[in-house]
């Protein structure tokens, strides 16, 4: 992946781009529109960015395994929103 590449934050239930949703006091959250979940946008990207380097370290872990070292995969749940 190129370092200009964009993707989207999907709901990771519904499988759907989210929508960027700034309230009034200019609070940014991000929102589902099939099922209607919202969070705060910054809380959302953290936790997608998160669950993106896991996947990467478990992938790039999972050839390892030696009788003195065993890798096993993120126990973590999914998190609500992730990158598509």
């Known amino acids: ?49 998160g669950y993106q380097a896991r996947q990467i370290l478990d992938a790039a872990l999972s050839g390892l395994s030696s009788s003195s070292i065993s890798v096993k995969g993120s126990s973590e749940p999914k998190p609500r929103f992730i990158f598509g």
């Open 1 to 49: 992946m190129s370092s200009d590449e964009t993707r989207p934050i999907l709901c990771s239930t519904c499988n759907v781009p989210a929508e960027a949703v700034v309230k009034a006091d200019t609070t940014r959250r991000i929102r589902c529109p099939g099922c209607g979940y919202e969070d705060d946008f910054h809380e959302a990207v953290k936790a997608a960015l």
